[in-house]
């Protein structure tokens, strides 16, 4: 199976995706001094494994990070300040709505200093709505750790509801999944 999500085709990259505050679009050279910030965070490492050294960053990210389908970089006022990603859930993985697992999966990550301003919520809500104008019937599912507070949050604004608890990676994990059409904030 692709890591590409293909139910029926989607041209890859879309045009940017504007909303209020935000611009999603497909990652450029400009963004990787901030996606390289962004994966370097102690911060934003806490409940993804673990922030990676800056030195490996730097010699491991591509001169255009990210070029990929599912693959926006979120901006705002012209600066980069997350990701968003929509790639098929690995089979492997604890966590899935379906037997066979595939299913798309929704990821996020925001720098820091965009915490607690709702641009989480803003950006995972129009990229469900260009996930769901390309494919009306599939649904989407979400996994955080149940520690992450403020995932959780945005998980429930955005419209996911719980599908289940397991432990992985040492720690209590969420799933949950989202249907075309859910109303989100």
């Given at each position: 199976?692709?890591?590409?999500?293909?139910?029926?085709?989607?041209?890859?990259p879309p045009a940017p995706i504007k909303?209020?505050?935000l611009v999603l679009r497909q990652s450029?050279?400009?963004?990787?001094?901030?996606?390289?910030?962004?994966?370097?965070?102690?911060?934003?490492?806490?409940?993804?494994?673990?922030?990676?050294?800056?030195?490996?960053?730097?010699?491991?990210?591509?001169?255009?990070?990210?070029?990929?389908?599912?693959?926006?970089?979120?901006?705002?006022?012209?600066?980069?300040?997350?990701?968003?990603?929509?790639?098929?859930?690995?089979?492997?993985?604890?966590?899935?709505?379906?037997?066979?697992?595939?299913?798309?999966?929704?990821?996020?990550?925001?720098?820091?200093?965009?915490?607690?301003?709702?641009?989480?919520?803003?950006?995972?809500?129009?990229?469900?709505?260009?996930?769901?104008?390309a494919h009306p019937s599939e649904p989407?599912?979400?996994?955080?750790?149940?520690?992450?507070?403020?995932?959780?949050?945005?998980?429930?604004?955005?419209?996911?509801?719980?599908?289940?608890?397991?432990?992985?990676?040492?720690?209590?994990?969420?799933?949950?999944?989202?249907?075309?059409?859910?109303?989100?904030?």
């Open positions: 199976m692709s890591d590409e999500i293909t139910v029926h085709p989607v041209a890859w909303t209020e505050r450029e050279a400009r963004d990787r001094a901030a996606l390289i910030d962004l994966f370097a965070s102690p911060e934003v490492g806490t409940y993804v494994g673990g922030s990676r050294p800056r030195d490996e960053l730097e010699r491991a990210l591509p001169e255009v990070p990210g070029q990929r389908f599912g693959f926006f970089v979120v901006v705002l006022n012209g600066t980069t300040i997350g990701m968003i990603t929509l790639d098929r859930r690995d089979p492997e993985r604890k966590g899935h709505i379906r037997p066979e697992g595939g299913e798309p999966e929704l990821g996020y990550l925001f720098l820091p200093q965009a915490w607690g301003r709702g641009y989480a919520t803003e950006a995972c809500a129009a990229a469900l709505n260009w996930f769901a104008d989407v599912v979400l996994s955080t750790q149940t520690a992450n507070e403020a995932s959780m949050r945005v998980a429930a604004r955005l419209g996911f509801t719980e599908v289940e608890r397991f432990e992985d990676y040492g720690a209590e994990q969420w799933l949950g999944v989202w249907y075309p059409g859910t109303p989100s904030d």
